[in-house]
């Protein structure tokens, strides 16, 4: 196998970042933990993760904004974002791809196919 591939998870409920750990092997996956928003793009910049996996609605920081600043910038633009979100609405989700996100999953969301779709995002075969 490859390098591993690097998952940086933004989220400011501790339980979606252990949910996240538990579901991925830490042999395929290295993950990088954040609680909110705040300098977040710079980084991304910096890590360079195959896949961001972004909360909306955080206290410090806003996912779309982040969302839209990450696809804005030629040094991280190709970072795959999967937006993770208690907003369920079709408009909400709309955005969230409009903004330039790969995915948009709602909460609560199936552990296991979370998972799969984390995979696939960062190019594992399922």
Not at 21 to 48: P, R
Not at 54 to 68: E, F, H, K, Q, T
């Amino acid at each position: 196998m490859g390098r591993k591939k690097k998952v940086f998870i933004v989220d400011d409920d501790i339980i979606i970042h252990e949910t996240i750990t538990a579901y991925l092997l830490s042999d395929e996956f290295e993950l990088i933990h954040a609680f909110n928003g705040q300098d977040i793009v710079e980084q991304v910049e910096k890590e360079q993760p195959d896949l961001l996996i972004l909360d909306i609605m955080m206290p410090v920081g806003d996912g779309r904004d982040i969302c839209r600043d990450i696809k804005k910038n030629p040094k991280t633009n190709k970072c795959k974002i999967l937006l993770l979100s208690a907003r369920n609405e079709e408009h909400d989700r709309i955005t969230g791809l409009d903004l330039g996100a790969d995915e948009y999953i709602t909460k609560p969301f199936n552990p296991e196919l979370l998972a799969n779709n984390i995979k696939s995002m960062c190019g594992y075969v399922n």
